[in-house]
């Protein structure tokens, strides 16, 4: 692979050594209830393509074609598949592509009433011909949120050519018409098509092809001028049947469309198969090993496998499982491998590596982003916001194996690559800038960090808004330096302030609202408040459950924090039983070789210490001291704190010169990571010169 730039052999040992057989008779409660999700969304599907057939025997709605106006957005004439034309931009009030979302904002505002005019104009039109009787009901809600607008603007555009994404914004204005007959509705659609004064943008017929669930209706963009300042705007027009729509809600479609949506994201063209890729998965008896096992033998379509690797991750977050796809897939794409093929491989290798980074595996995820790394120049050259990116993924796996001086030097080689190629106020700049900060806490540069985040906190406020959940995650994280810094109750009203944002953006039962409840657990833990750190956690523990199901790593990271409340109030046995519970979640979803398993094992060390049993705990710290020297490598101050743990058993047990080897083993870690004047490093001293005198060095 000399030419693409990479090390197939490199890349082939990380897979042989890290793509591990699943266990045939492996099945978790969270696979179960997703199998009786999909069953109810495949009978949903059912149930609407037999509704459109009742109400449209003729399929009149199926057949009718409408064109969009110009030939469409893109621009047909350049081989850059991201160039649209400009004149379809949305405009500010000066006739010029809106700059920023407040521009676009302002635009909406002036042409929303002219907008509610012209349905209504619509409407008329069709009660005249079909008799004033007819049932059809006008919606026209306020403008879309401008925190749901930004994220889709940035999702969805942030690729386009020209800029800004949110000039490719047209549903900011929108509205709805509800028609009882498919007569009715099909009137409406003639009426626009003729409408002289109304430019169809784009015209999505969804009778003809429908939604994911099947739901059907015709989506309209459709570009309308405000009469007095004269510039123009697109605006989004739905027209839905009545009876559809109703069994829509009745049959809870939007809950399946919600479940699915991401596996479907951006694949219109290939729906038909990802329903067939459902209902593949559907057939097993069960999800587990043996199905998967089978799975793979029969399937040799790439796609098909992308697919499927989507869906174990992204739904049932079977690493394990996913890695081996991934990893089927990468030996046929390394075998048939050309220049072309660079981007493909690139993706299939930086799946692979996020994978790792899942499962605490971060040594290797580092190297398999290193091939990344020279896929993309080769694809991109040397300066590129893909580059960037993946500059900032081996900065996060470097940062989490407590190489903070590496992650640095990375973190910033990616910010001013960023900043280059997408300016100082991108938000992909602000979220590097968070980066940043957090490595800079992690070296217990406080004010620094702060710094960085307050530069990061105006830049999302300027972009996105105050009410961002960038914005919250920014403050959770300067609340996160306060609580380093001992100010437990100015972090608390930090994290109550990312809390309420949250609720706000992303409604209650929301993963990140659980994420700053549990942090806020933590405060109280702290300040020795006990029963309102239980109850933060519990909280926090319903809403992961709710979102996440009840084997997610999350969910134990929870159960980790409510044992170690159990553990300080005495309740030992209590604490006992959570932390296996949780050991057995971390191998069945991230594998039991990942830190945060260590840290459980760990705890169960302390345990066991504290109720005298010191070669069980013993043993329990020489495990943890495993998982972590596979995941961090030898120089990582967790590594030293276990080495120190099992030295005061070594002392207790009285094998002192073991103890003082293992002493000074934490010692040359601690002054490598963390620096002579940490707590740790005297904390090691002090036992050292203890432990020589009594042996009489």
């Not at 030419?3 to 008779?25: H, R």
């Not at 099947?214 to 605006?235: S, T």
């Not at 809870?252 to 998965?281: C, M, N, P, Q, W």
């Not at 692979?352 to 020279?374: C, D, I, P, R, T």
């Amino acid at each position: 692979m000399a030419a693409l730039g990479i090390d197939e052999a490199k890349i082939l040992q990380i897979l042989e050594n890290n793509i591990e057989d699943v266990a045939t008779n492996n099945i978790r409660e969270s696979n179960e209830e997703f199998l009786n999700t999909l069953h109810g969304y495949l009978d949903c599907r059912a149930q609407m393509d037999a509704e459109y057939n009742r109400v449209d025997t003729k399929q009149e709605l199926a057949s009718f074609e409408m064109e969009s106006d110009s030939g469409g957005i893109e621009d047909d004439t350049l081989d850059d598949k991201n160039m649209y034309k400009y004149e379809y931009q949305q405009q500010s009030t000066e006739w010029e592509p809106v700059k920023d979302i407040c521009e676009l904002y302002a635009a909406a505002e002036m042409i929303r009433p002219v907008y509610m005019e012209k349905v209504e104009s619509l409407v008329a039109q069709v009660k005249e011909i079909h008799g004033e009787g007819s049932k059809i009901k006008i919606k026209i809600p306020p403008l879309k949120g401008k925190e749901r607008a930004m994220a889709k603007a940035e999702d969805d555009y942030g690729n386009r050519d020209p800029g800004p994404a949110v000039s490719w914004l047209y549903d900011i204005v929108r509205g709805s018409v509800l028609f009882s007959s498919a007569d009715c509705l099909l009137t409406c659609v003639r009426l626009i098509k003729e409408d002289e004064s109304i430019h169809i943008v784009k015209s999505k017929n969804r009778f003809a092809n429908p939604t994911l669930t099947g739901y059907r209706d015709w989506n309209l963009q459709i570009k309308i001028e405000e009469p007095e300042e004269e510039f123009e705007h697109v605006c989004e027009l739905q027209l839905h049947h009545e009876s559809i729509k109703e069994l829509s809600i009745s049959s809870h479609s939007h809950h399946y469309y919600e479940f699915f949506r991401k596996y479907f994201a951006g694949a219109t063209d290939t729906l038909t198969d990802r329903l067939e890729d459902l209902k593949i998965v559907a057939g097993g008896d069960k999800l587990d090993g043996a199905f998967l096992n089978q799975l793979l033998e029969e399937t040799g379509d790439l796609e098909r496998l992308k697919r499927l690797a989507d869906l174990f991750g992204d739904f049932l977050c079977e690493f394990q499982w996913t890695n081996k796809v991934y990893a089927k897939i990468l030996k046929q794409q390394l075998a048939d491998a050309s220049q072309e093929d660079s981007f493909n491989i690139a993706m299939t290798i930086n799946n692979l590596a996020n994978n790792f980074q899942q499962q605490g595996k971060l040594k290797e995820a580092y190297s398999m982003y290193e091939q990344v790394l020279q896929l993309n120049k080769t694809a991109f050259g040397e300066d590129h916001a893909s580059i960037a990116v993946t500059l900032t993924n081996m900065a996060n796996a470097k940062s989490r194996q407590g190489k903070s001086g590496e992650a640095m030097a990375l973190y910033q080689e990616s910010l001013e690559m960023k900043q280059r190629n997408l300016g100082h106020d991108d938000s992909s700049v602000a979220e590097t800038l968070n980066n940043v900060g957090n490595a800079l806490h992690k070296q217990g540069k406080w004010d620094d960090a702060m710094a960085k985040y307050k530069e990061a906190l105006e830049i999302y406020s300027g972009t996105l808004g105050e009410d961002s959940s960038s914005v919250a995650v920014t403050t959770s994280n300067m609340a996160n330096v306060l609580k380093s810094k001992g100010e437990l109750d100015g972090a608390m009203e930090k994290y109550q302030e990312a809390l309420e944002i949250y609720k706000r953006t992303l409604g209650m039962d929301h993963a990140s609202v659980a994420v700053t409840l549990n942090n806020m657990g933590n405060i109280m833990e702290e300040k020795n408040s006990m029963d309102e750190a239980m109850h933060f956690y519990e909280q926090a523990l319903s809403i992961k459950k709710q979102t996440m199901g009840e084997e997610h790593s999350s969910v134990a990271a929870t159960l980790n924090n409510i044992a170690a409340i159990l553990q300080k109030q005495k309740k030992f046995n209590e604490a006992m039983a959570i932390y296996k519970s949780v050991v057995k979640i971390y191998s069945k979803t991230v594998g039991e070789d990942h830190p945060n398993a260590a840290i459980t094992v760990s705890n169960m060390a302390n345990i066991l210490k504290l109720q005298g049993k010191v070669d069980e705990a013993i043993s329990r710290y020489q495990q943890a001291l495993v998982i972590k020297r596979k995941a961090y490598g030898e120089e990582h101050a967790s590594v030293a704190i276990t080495i120190n743990n099992i030295s005061t058993l070594q002392e207790a047990q009285g094998r002192l010169e073991e103890a003082l080897s293992s002493s000074r083993e934490a010692l040359v870690i601690f002054q490598k990571t963390v620096g002579d004047e940490h707590a740790h490093t005297a904390l090691v001293k002090k036992r050292i010169t203890r432990l020589e005198s009594k042996i009489g060095k």
